[in-house]
Each structure stands twice: as C-alpha cells, then as structure tokens.
C-alpha cells in the first residue's frame, strides 16, 4: 500500500492556488488505486481548507500542531515531518520548489538521508522517476530515486489543476498530530519576514510576469511596469542587467541565477533573451516578448513578439485597465 | 578558525551543452568555478580577516581537471585546497559523505560554506546533508552573515525580497546566495600568489565512504527543446495592448 503525502503551503490561512497543481500532479500519478493521499498541514485550520482539499482528491488531512513560537523554525518543521512521515507510513512526500520548500524539503532529506529532487517539472511514481531541468535550463534530466521515502520538490505552476469529479470524491478523514514537543537549539529563528506583506507577488508562484530588462532603462521606468503589474495581479521580474544596473533589487531577478520560474505567461520587455536569462524562464507558458530590436535573441524564441518601446506597450496596456 | 568553503566545477552557463549517451554531456566545454561559490568564497575570505589565525579552505570532488576551480578560488584568496579525485558522478547525498570526510581528515571546521545550489546538477541539497551528517545546523540562500565566536546570524532570503533571520551556533553550514556580496576578481599577482599555495590531493576510493541505502541517478538527459514558433503583433500601442489583452484573456485565461 502506497502513501503519498503532500505538504501543503497556505497563504494567510487560504490554499495557495499553486497547491492544487501539485495534488493533481500526486494524485494522477499513484500507482495503486488504493493509494492515500495525505495533506499535511502546518499553519492553518483545517476544516476551512478541507472541502477544498477533498475537491482535488485527498483522502486524509493530518492537523500538524506545533508550538507556537516554533511555527517558523524550519528545524522543528523538519523534525514534526519527519515524525509524520514515520507515523503514516508515508513512502512518497512532495512539496512545492517555493522559498519554504528550498528551505524544508532538502532538511527533510538530509535528516532521513533519503532521495529528493527539486524543482520537478513532471513526476513518474511508477517508476520513481523525476523530471528537473539541469545545466542552467539547458537540459531535462530524468532522475531515478531509490530508497524508503522519496522525496520531490514541485516546480509551481507546471502543473494545471484539475479537480475531481463530485460523484467520485469521498470525505477526507481527518487527524491529527501533536508536534508541541519538537524544539531546535541549534538554529533560532530571530525574526521571521514571512509575515511582512510584500507589495511585489511572489514570482515563482505569480500566473502573469512582466519582466524588465536593459531597455526599461532606469529605475522609475520599473515603477510602469509594477503599476500594470498591479492591474493585471501580476509579479514584476528583471533581467540580470536591470539587477546588476540597480534598478531593481535582486530578488525581482529571473534566469540562470536568479528566480526559475513558470507562468501562464511572460511578458518581457526590452529584454534581448540570453542564454542564462532563458534557463529561468524557458518552462513559462506564453512568452510574449517586446522589444525595440527585432534582432534580439528572444524574439526569435517567444509565442509573440512586438517590434516596439515596451514601456509604450506597457502603458497602454494599463490604461485599458484604468478604463475598463 | 577553520573556514571551509565546498566548491563545485561546472559547465560555463553560456557553454553549448550537447548530450552523449543520452546521459550525460560533452564536457569539452569550458568549466568554472560554480558562481554561486565565488560568493560564499569573497565572504569566507572576509572573515576570516575580522579573525586571528583563521584559514579558509577550499574542497571539492571532481576529476583532476577541478584543480582550476580550486585553483579560482585560491586566487580568489582561499589560503589552500583539498581536491577528492574521482571520475565517476556522484550525487549529493555521496558527495556530501566525500566532503565531510575530506573536512574531517583535516581539521575542525567553525564555518562550512557552499553556494545555495550550482548550475550544473541544480539539486539545492548538498549543505543541508553535510550539515546532517556533521549534526551542524544549516541555512540556506543566505544574504547576510555576522560571526562570533560562538553563533553565527544570518538572513535567508524568501522570495519578493523577505528574510528570515536565525541565529545558528557554531559550526554551522552555510549556502551562500547571490545577494552576499559582490566577488572581487583576482588580480593577476593574485593569480601569481595562488600558484604557491597548496592543494592536497585524495583519491575517492581512500577514504572508504560508507554507501547509502538512498540514491539519485540520471536515467536520461534531453535538451530542452524550444517548440515556440513567434507571431509578430502589429499596430500603434493602443492596438498592441488591445491584442496582449486578448491574448491574457481568452487563450491564458489568466484574467
């Protein structure tokens, strides 16, 4: 009998949408029909989440309690996990490739030196293979994971979410699991910024990037981008140069070192489309490219392209939200 | 204090990669020290300036031919290197047994460095098993780092710009992330120096790393294929916007 369980991020006590693509992910990859499907859940209460849990095909929902001033110490998450995983029997654990997971899933690993793979783009439980990319985007590695508990870090958004049909889904059993006694003295948490509301959206998670590069030309040009962002519940990204240049903080960086992302669609502006600025946006789903020079790499390598000063384009763009 | 810094030879990230075997690459490209490393090498460096007696050590596993990455970051100002010569590919729960044998048959570490994830393989794990192995506690992307004596504070950064700030006791892992710092290049007398210092050479089979039962191996690589074939969008910019709004709306459904 096979176990899967499923980490699951909330957001302010909500589901983060990015969730449901994982699950669909677990749940249309099981080997055996008799397969469980836990929802391990850390920061939330559950019987506002549970509906919606079961919507998409989670058969068991563990509660996760821990002690208060603990909640944010990535060691003591690892540890509750660790112990859930032994209770449950659980053979296989995905979580999301987001900030959290980076930090969760590899201590998860590391402490039961078990198999894991980040930033998974497709997952084949049967065979207990992971598909990442590798050499900066360049390449899809296909990786065997051989041991008692596999672990795989999802990459947000590969996956669309599909849910179940009413008449199939069944109520999840709901349990509990007492982490109050799991504490780190190695690793204290002085201050946490998880809470801190950011206005920028997170960009692994984000449906809609606009990206900024060489041609947005300054930093109070960024500011257009962010305000069409912010009609469209889009995130702001940036070229390396617009990064390097110090328009923008390197947080907001997508490509080879800076975030890996996969929107619905991207939308880059006056960026030229280098190598390394492709290894983090090459899985997105529509590339819409806008650029002032047709000859720039990435026009060559979009779904759409636009011969044009994007920050034009962009304007517009917000005005057709101001008016409608 | 020993200062240890885990560094990684990888493919140039601008380097063609072409596949053999359908498992592996050509690597008649040129290799580099991992970027992620030059930062956690720069930050090593400087503190071990802030204190007396204090050594920075590069280690890494690879063929003979990772000497040049060892070799960038003694230029870099690592005051000398351990390589691990094997041939083979490992994965990161062995290399991290590889590196924990190599830091403990020469000293005591106060600080483990590495870089939060390297290009090549992008498995973002390594610090978090060498830390497990040594029971040292690990932070990861980390932006900022302030050592004593005995506890080293750091800020991890999230994404959208957020921190978490831990404090870690002493030893600790680190896994160095690009906003760290900003590496100094070397020199060519700093070239010149780093020809002088040392780099202590094991060979993989000496030193009897106990296997796993857990493991992760390459069944296939693939290039990445780009399927996008562009269509041009045409107009003055109100028409433009008019048609990426289309575009948003009824084929990304995304508003």
């Known amino acids: 009998m096979e176990n899967i369980g499923i980490i699951i991020e909330t957001d302010n006590g909500k589901i983060k949408e990015t969730n449901f693509g994982m699950i669909t992910l677990a749940r249309d990859n099981k080997a055996e029909t ?57 053979n296989t654990l995905f979580g999301l490739s987001t900030a959290m997971g980076k930090d969760l899933l590899p201590r998860i690993a590391a402490m039961l030196d078990a198999p894991l793979v980040m930033d998974c783009i497709n997952v084949d439980l049967e065979q207990n293979f992971a598909k990442t990319s590798q050499y900066s985007g360049k390449t899809i590695a296909t990786i065997k994971l051989s041991g008692d508990v ?45 809470t801190d509301k950011n206005i920028n959206i997170n960009l692994a998670e984000a449906d809609v ?85 047709e000859n720039a790499a990435i026009m060559s390598n979009c779904d759409y392209y636009v011969k044009a000063d994007a920050l034009n384009i962009i304007l517009e763009l917000t005005k057709l939200f101001n008016n409608g | 204090m020993q200062i240890y810094v885990c560094v990684k030879h ?13 498992s592996r690459i050509d690597e008649n490209v040129t290799f580099l020290l991992n970027p992620y490393d030059e930062h956690a090498i720069t930050e090593a460096v400087r503190i ?26 003694l230029a870099m100002g690592a005051d000398r290197g351990l390589l691990v ?47 497990a192995l040594f029971d040292f506690p690990v932070a990861t992307n980390v932006i900022k780092i302030d050592v004593d004596e005995t506890r080293a504070v750091i800020d991890s950064e999230l994404s959208g710009g957020n921190v978490n700030t831990y404090e870690l006791s002493l030893p600790c892992v680190v896994g160095a992330g690009r906003g760290l710092n900003t590496p100094k290049y070397p020199t060519f007398p700093d070239i010149v120096k780093s020809r002088k210092k040392t780099v202590k050479k094991f060979i993989f089979a000496d030193l009897n790393i106990e296997p796993s039962k857990a493991s992760m191996s390459i069944v296939e690589l693939e290039p990445l294929k780009q399927a996008r074939s562009p269509k041009e969008i045409t107009g003055d910019a109100s028409i433009v916007a008019q048609k990426i709004l289309t575009i948003l709306k009824e084929e990304a459904k995304v508003i």
């Open chain 1, 34 to 90: 008799e397969t469980e499907l836990f929802a391990f859940v850390m920061d939330a209460d559950v019987k506002v989440l549970k509906e919606d849990l079961e919507s998409f095909g989670i058969t068991k929902i563990v509660d996760i309690s821990l002690a208060k001033e603990q909640q944010n110490n990535p060691v003591v998450r690892a540890k509750a996990l660790i112990n859930v995983i032994k209770e449950f029997n659980i």
């Open chain 1, 209 to 293: 990037i606009i990206a900024g590069g060489r041609g947005i030309q300054n930093r109070e040009n960024f500011v257009i981008l962010s305000q069409c962002a912010e009609k469209l519940n889009a995130a702001v990204g940036a070229s390396r140069v617009a990064v390097d240049s110090g328009w923008v903080p390197y947080s907001m960086q997508v490509g080879q070192t800076g975030e890996k992302v996969s929107p619905k669609v991207y939308i880059a502006c006056g960026i030229s489309g280098s190598i390394q600025h492709f290894a983090g946006m090459k899985t997105s789903g529509i590339v819409i490219a806008i650029n002032i020079d």
């Open chain 2, 48 to 73: 071990r300036d802030t204190f007396q007696e204090s050594e920075v050590i590069a280690v890494c596993i690879g063929k003979d031919d990772a000497e040049k990455t060892i070799r960038s970051a």
């Open chain 1, 150 to 194: 596999l672990l795989f870090g999802i990459r947000p958004n590969t996956v669309a979410p599909v849910n179940i049909q009413i008449k199939t889904q069944t109520l999840a059993e709901m349990l509990k699991f007492d982490g109050e006694e799991f504490v780190s003295s190695s690793l204290r948490v002085v201050k946490s910024g998880e």
């Open chain 2, 85 to 131: 010569s094997s041939n083979d590919d490992h994965d990161s729960i062995e290399t991290a047994r590889v590196l924990k044998a190599a830091i403990e048959r020469t000293g005591e570490p106060a600080l483990i460095f590495t870089g939060k994830e390297s290009i090549d393989a992008e498995g973002m794990q390594t610090m978090f098993r060498l830390g």
């Open chain 2, 10 to 22: 990888v493919p140039d990230s601008a380097a063609n990669i072409t596949i053999l075997d359908k």
